[in-house]
Nanobody, 111 residues
Framework: QVQLVESGGGLVLAGGSLRLSCAASGRIFRLNVMAWYRQAPGKQREFVASASNSGSTVVADSVKGRFTISRDNAKNTVYLEMSSLKPEDTAVYYC?????WGKGTQVTVSS
């Protein structure tokens, strides 16, 4: 079993920045790709970014240039650096790996 715990969400003004963290524990040797998804009220969950344990990353077009994903394998943690935040970035952000999901962390961007 794998546990994923997100942290770092909060309320920020438009144009601001936040850094999300996701710490993995348990049978983490199973983890290759770790990813961030988000779900805004009334919308489907959508992919944000992913990072493999070899360092390759993928970022959704909607956040490219503003969000950066990184990973510290020694700490079993994946990060999401978010800058130039917009009100439309408001959502619950979830950490994911394989079929494991964290409980999410709320990000609210106020205009």
């Amino acid at each position: 079993q794998v546990q994923l715990v997100e942290s770092g969400g909060g309320l920020v003004l438009a144009g601001g920045s936040l850094r999300l963290s996701c710490a993995a524990s348990g049978r983490i040797f199973r983890l290759n790709v770790m990813a961030w998804y988000r779900q805004a009220p009334g919308k489907q969950r959508e992919f944000v970014a992913s990072a493999s344990n070899s360092g390759s990353t993928v970022v959704a077009d909607s956040v490219k240039g503003r969000f950066t994903i990184s990973r510290d394998n020694a700490k079993n943690t994946v990060y999401l650096e978010m800058s130039s935040l917009k009100p439309e970035d408001t959502a619950v952000y979830y950490c994911n790996s394989i079929h494991f999901w964290g409980k999410g962390t709320q990000v609210t961007v106020s205009s």
